[in-house]
């Protein structure tokens, strides 16, 4: 069965350092990948996704990913982080009707 | 931002009462989804549909069951709500050959 890990359950940067949340995932076809943030109280808006292709995808907001096969991994990176990408990340794998969420990394931003 | 909204935004109930869960798109998406959020275990799938009243259980659907009559309208009911059902529910949809799901605002369910 697919399944998430994000090992990083919380993770502080100070604003305009780079950063790296990583998720690595199970699964037994290829891929469809996802990752999405969450701010307090609100849903989640997804940031960008992996089908096919350039292994390296851009999304919303300054984010990237990029997809490592060969360490069934999809990390999220932002070069400069802002006060306001503080919230939580989620990544996902998984078609129309099997999607597997991880259990989520929260950022926290410094001033 | 797609059309998706939930109702109630907030509820309060006791144990062994039942209780709808309504989630309401405009954007005509074939596929319609429900899970549930708690702390430490991301987003679960209870249910989803694949069309009109054509459903089917997700990884937690024991105690929940959903109906889709109509294309923009998914409801998901818990028969006897418990306190193990305490949780923030989202409804999400997707489109035809499109995997990428869109969220609703949620619903935060408290079980007393």
């Known amino acids: 069965a697919q399944s998430v890990t994000q090992p990083d359950i919380h993770i502080t940067v100070s604003e305009g350092a780079s950063l790296e949340l990583r998720c690595n995932y199970s699964?037994?076809?290829?891929?469809?990948l996802f990752w999405y943030v969450q701010s307090p109280g609100q849903g989640l808006q997804l940031l960008l996704k992996?089908?096919?292709?350039?292994?390296l995808v851009q999304g919303i907001k300054g984010f990237e990913a990029e997809f490592k096969r060969s360490q069934s991994s999809f990390n999220l990176r932002k070069p400069s982080v802002h006060w306001s990408d503080a919230a939580e990340y989620f990544c996902a794998v998984g078609g129309a009707t099997d999607m597997r969420f991880g259990a989520g990394t929260r950022l926290t931003v410094k001033p | 931002d797609a059309g998706i909204t939930q109702s109630p935004r907030h509820k309060v109930t006791e144990t062994g009462t039942p209780v709808t869960l309504r989630c309401h798109q405009t954007?005509?998406?074939?596929?319609m989804y429900w899970y549930r959020q708690d702390p430490g275990h991301g987003l679960r799938l209870i249910h989803y549909?694949?069309?009109?009243?054509?459903?089917d259980k997700g990884e937690v659907s024991d105690g929940y069951s959903v109906s889709r009559s109509k294309t923009e309208d998914f409801l998901l009911t818990l028969e006897s709500a418990t306190s193990s059902q305490t949780s923030v529910y989202f409804c999400?949809?997707?489109?035809?050959?499109?995997?990428?799901?869109?969220f609703g605002p949620g619903t935060r369910l408290t079980v007393t």
């Open positions: 699964y037994g076809a290829t891929p469809y």
């Open positions: 992996y089908f096919s292709g350039d292994t």
């Open positions: 999400a949809i997707s489109g035809e050959g499109h995997y990428e799901q869109y």
């Open positions: 954007e005509n998406h074939r596929y």
């Open positions: 549909s694949y069309g009109v009243k054509d459903t």
